[in-house]
């Protein structure tokens, strides 16, 4: 069989929904969603098969002016994602003016020469005459191949904008086994599922400030899987809040988080947590890439 790939970054200022749009166009849940900024960590691979046809849809962090050595290499990371792709999908609110972030992504993906494809999101939340002001802007501020109103949520014009993506894929072996969905190795996936908890369940800086390490995954005979994660905050009046009244708020977090890991894995997992402190890791290189935030 004749086979072909095209390899797409999916880039934009945080919480636009680059992650939910990326989920949709897989058909399954690789990454992971919160309603708070600044949620993807890392550059995250979506793998869609159809046909003869590979997309790797990449979804890369939100870009946000840095205030951390991670928020460094969260930029960094989406800097990178943009170069040598054979397209980039830019995710915009639905909001009729251009801000900073989406003038910096624009003039990085000029630079880099890739055809940019606009995806108007969020159209669920928008009428109609509101949108068409959201496409007058942009076609007058840039040239891209193609805008495409969606609602990632809904789904509505997902089917639209992969049928444009097509357009870019080009002769080659596929890039990854066919029933793979993600990129990611599953310890990466159990603790990402983890983070989004926090980001679910905590407040204000708290979730920004944690990084999850999984220091046991093992499988038994009987197929049920062990796992053991620590979580790591930034101070110690944080480590009081994650773990709660009585260990309320952990173990509310870690039942949450086993649901989706057992959903992932498709079958039981035994999730064991811990919560420790790493003062203003964000700000240490060495604990940065310590926690596997390096390339
Ligand atoms: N109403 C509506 N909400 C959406 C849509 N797409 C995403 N959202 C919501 O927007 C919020 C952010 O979604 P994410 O997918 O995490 O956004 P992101 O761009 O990946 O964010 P970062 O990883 O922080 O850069 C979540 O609360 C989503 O449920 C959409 O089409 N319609
Ligand atoms: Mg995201």
Redesign the pocket.
């Known amino acids: 069989m004749k086979t072909k790939s095209a390899m797409i970054t999916i880039c934009?200022r945080?919480?636009?929904?680059?992650?939910?749009l990326t989920n949709y166009l897989v058909g399954e849940k690789i990454a992971i969603?919160?309603?708070k900024?600044?949620?993807?960590r890392n550059r995250i691979c979506g793998i869609v098969t159809r046909g003869n046809t590979q997309f790797v849809f990449v979804d890369t962090?939100?870009y946000h002016r840095s205030r951390t050595k991670l928020g460094d290499y969260m930029v960094n990371t989406v800097r990178e994602s943009i170069a040598d792709v054979d397209a980039t999908i830019l995710?915009v609110e639905p909001i009729a003016s251009i801000g900073v972030q989406e003038e910096a992504l624009l003039e990085k993906i000029k630079a880099s020469k890739c055809p940019a494809i606009l995806a108007i999101?969020?159209i669920?939340?928008v009428e109609k005459e509101k949108l068409l002001e959201v496409i007058a802007v942009y076609s007058e501020a840039a040239q891209f191949d193609a805008i495409i109103p969606i609602?990632?949520?809904t789904g509505d014009g997902v089917e639209q904008l992969l049928k444009v993506c097509e357009k870019y894929s080009v002769d080659s072996p596929f890039l990854f086994p066919e029933d793979l969905t993600t990129d990611q190795p599953e310890r990466q996936v159990m603790a990402e599922i983890i983070r989004e908890k926090l980001l679910w369940c905590l407040e204000k800086e708290i979730p920004h400030g944690t990084a999850v390490e999984i220091t046991k995954f093992s499988e038994r005979d009987s197929g049920v899987i062990d796992i053991d994660a620590t979580i790591y905050c930034e101070r110690a009046s944080h480590k009081g809040i994650i773990i709660g009244k009585q260990g309320a708020m952990l173990k509310k977090i870690s039942t949450m988080a086993r649901t989706d890991c057992e959903k992932f894995m498709g079958t039981k997992v035994y999730l064991t947590t811990w919560v420790k402190v790493k003062e203003n890791w964000r700000d240490s290189d060495f604990l940065v890439r310590n926690f596997g935030y390096s390339e």
């Open positions: 934009g945080p919480n636009v929904g680059k992650s939910t969603v919160s309603n900024p600044q949620t993807t962090p939100g995710v999101n969020k669920d939340t609602s990632a949520k």
